[in-house]
């Protein structure tokens, strides 16, 4: 679609629930070119893994297990469609429905669940705060390098441009 019928067509916005590197308003700039008003949010029932040679997590349904996270309000379209494409085919666009925490709302919103619910490389508990502290610097220059990507009409898929800049840095 032109960016011309997009300017045109009603502005839908969506709520997205994140978990994981999305946290972090640096990666959310270098994605949506913003930073989305976000409300810290719970998702009962699921689990955040680890994943064995990823720097980023995973999220499963997990009984009696929560998540903390927060929902990025106002989603546009085009916003939707570039975290689809970073989140690949790794992850499923699922609608859950999460608790605000600072008002004890439900709200149902989108979220990205880990699509092989069988994968032997989860692990344990993945923690934004050590990602924070190891991963982030480098994780949005791998970041920048899927959005320079994304604008080339042959683009690669973000879990290929992950892949190559994680090889080449060791």
């Known amino acids: 679609m032109s960016s011309v019928a997009m300017a045109n067509s009603p502005s839908v916005v969506h709520n997205v629930f994140v978990y994981g590197s999305l946290m972090a308003e640096d990666v959310c700039r270098v994605l949506l070119n913003r930073v989305p008003q976000s409300s810290n949010a719970t998702l009962n029932g699921y689990h955040r893994y680890s994943i064995k040679g990823r720097v980023y997590p995973a999220i499963l349904p997990v009984e009696n297990k929560k998540v903390t996270g927060k929902v990025l309000l106002g989603i546009t379209d085009p916003e939707l469609h570039i975290l689809d494409e970073f989140e690949d085919v790794e992850y499923q666009r699922s609608t859950v429905e999460v608790s605000l925490m600072d008002s004890s709302e439900n709200l149902r919103v989108y979220t990205y669940v880990w ?7 989860l692990y344990g508990e993945w923690d934004f705060e050590v990602w ?3 991963h982030m610097e480098d994780f949005i220059k791998m970041t920048s390098g899927f ?3 994304l604008e080339q009409p042959e683009s690669k898929p973000r879990v290929a441009t992950y892949e190559s800049f994680y090889q080449q840095d060791g």
């Not at 699509?115 to 490389?121: E, L, V, Y």
Request: aromatic share 0%; glycine share 0%; proline share 8%.
């Open 147 to 149: 959005m320079e990507e």
């Open 115 to 121: 699509s092989d619910k069988n994968d032997p490389n």
């Open 132 to 134: 924070k502290q190891r």
